[in-house]
DNA sequence: TTGAAAGCGCTAACAA
DNA sequence: TTGTTAGCGCTTTCAA
């Protein structure tokens, strides 16, 4: 009745066919051929695996063998919501080349990270991926990424390397960030402002949105450039009505901008609703920018500019760069840039 | 270097200690007071545990042991992209219980799902989530499901039990769907047409469509109630410009209709704003309700009308009826019902 | 209370 | 070309 009392294993093929138990494993891992068993033996033994609808013990290869065909994908809540097509990307690709993957919530959290990776390392992944922020990596996690056989560090931020053996792949949000407020100035704008949830995973891009003030000339200060709201419980579902309610409290109407940069999408359309409400006008008032350049910013009124990430890009190069190291783990450790852009829209101005 | 070289077995703690192997065993699977093992003989066991930072090796507990801690989950590709929680909960609650999650994208293919159980049974999860519809339910599969030690089954639609030993959860679209046309032949509408894209688990949801106006004494045939396009690419990530593209080519504005319920969000709010392009005004002219009701829906103009799962309560309930069953396998499957409902904007008129 | 021994299903030497 | 043997790390009798 249980899954693992019906199955049939090697021993039974051996049992029925008379062939010996490690021909068996031989032919059934495909290296008949090679070790020229004949065909006659391979067919029996193939027949008899379908008679008794074998199928291999992962565990049991797992334990003995030196490869589990199993990838632990580490990722921020942020991924596991609206537009965030990496993991789901990166599992499929890998599931379409024999590999599984364990997907589990890092809620950006430290603690939540190390048990994660010493649960993955108990179940002998063949590679991990993680992404995560500069913050985040402490020294405990990155003795425990270099005890896997092949990490992958993902971020939208620059990785300080010291002693990491893992290949990074860098998301640069700073890009997209740096062209947006380009395009704000050269459109005549003095006062930008960012609506920052107040996730460590934003602080790199309030850094790179002051920058880019200060590098023309601007004033950065956060009284002038930063609208903070806290940062949102995990499991919460409906930022739409968090962001209005922020805007409204601390009455976003008083201060004094003429864009709004905001690090999500629902958080500018959110916006952009206010500010109508308001009296205000999207963009001749005030221009409004989003982040993660989902679909529908094309359906809400005016289209809402936004940044956009390379996910599926991104998605392809995690598991390029898994294969590769996965057949060859001395591989020197690499990075590899993906940088965002700035996607302009009517609400941009 | 690699992870499975470095790593302390039980039997290194056993040399270390002087305590014998199974004694090392049972301790360290918390049946120590249990057995009444003197607390200095457990309490060495843990240091040298520390010590040597010992950590399971989950692939031989599993192997030998009846419970291996992880879960398949098995989802149509619709719930990877925007708005669904569905398996991100199941996940995060299950990770915090001590258990593992398998996600594989089941692409609404028998194929896919038939192979992706095969790899579960091989690697001996101790149940699984399948999401599915009535059509993708083969015999093939069935036997397949059974032959869990618990299996959940999913749906939009019910499912015809027959030998199934599953538990079910089905998640009514039907009792939302009956909510929008109710609500729209109050108001008026004498023209309801249903936007289909063309994937096969939008034939239920079709079919209450035309139920309902039927009830009402509608016309119901698909030349009056029927705008279909055709699937979508797996991996298609703009929606928003699939839908204008087929409103454009089909000339959606050339169908006699003064209602449009759309299987998605993301197809209702492109055509909201196909038909301002073309001068038609919603919801005066046309009602236009979507599905999904994702937390953008507020932000478009005319606030978007739409149907909401209830898929967090649905999380929930899958982790506490899997909990259930794997405490006791032989408990008589049951089935659950969580209907849909309709949520009131503007749009809908 | 603890230890010895068997075995889960598989792979990988090494012989034959 | 095939079979024998020895584990992988763990849990679980069964004795002591």
Known sequence: MLASTSRATQKDIAARTGVGRSTVSLILTGRGDELRIPQATQKKVYQAAEKLEYRPNSLAS?????????????FPSSFFFPQNLLPQGISLRLNRQEYQTYLVDSLNDVGVIRDALLEMASRRVDGVVLYTTRHLLKPEIRDLLNKFPVAILMSHEPL???????????????????EVVDHLVKTGRRRPMMLVNQSPGNTCRLAA??????????DSSDDAAVFGIPRCAAGMYDYFAYFMEHFESQRLEDREF????????EGASAAIRYLKKRGI????DIAVVGT?????????????????????DASELVVKRLRERLDAPDLAPGCDELPTRFIWRESGG
Request: charged share 20%; glycine share 6%.
């Open 258 to 265: 003429d864009a709004l940069f905001c690090t999500s999408d």
């Open 62 to 74: 797992g334990l003995v063998g030196k490869r589990t065909q199993t990838i632990g994908l580490l």
């Open 209 to 218: 949105f002051k920058n880019a003030l200060r590098r023309h000339g601007l």
């Open 160 to 178: 300080p390397r010291e002693s990491l053996r893992s290949h990074m792949i860098f998301e640069n949000i700073a890009s997209g960030v740096d």
């Open 292 to 312: 993660n350049n989902a679909p529908w910013t094309q359906a809400i009124e005016p289209p809402l500019a936004s940044i956009s990430w390379r996910h599926v």
């Open 281 to 284: 006008h999207v963009p001749q």
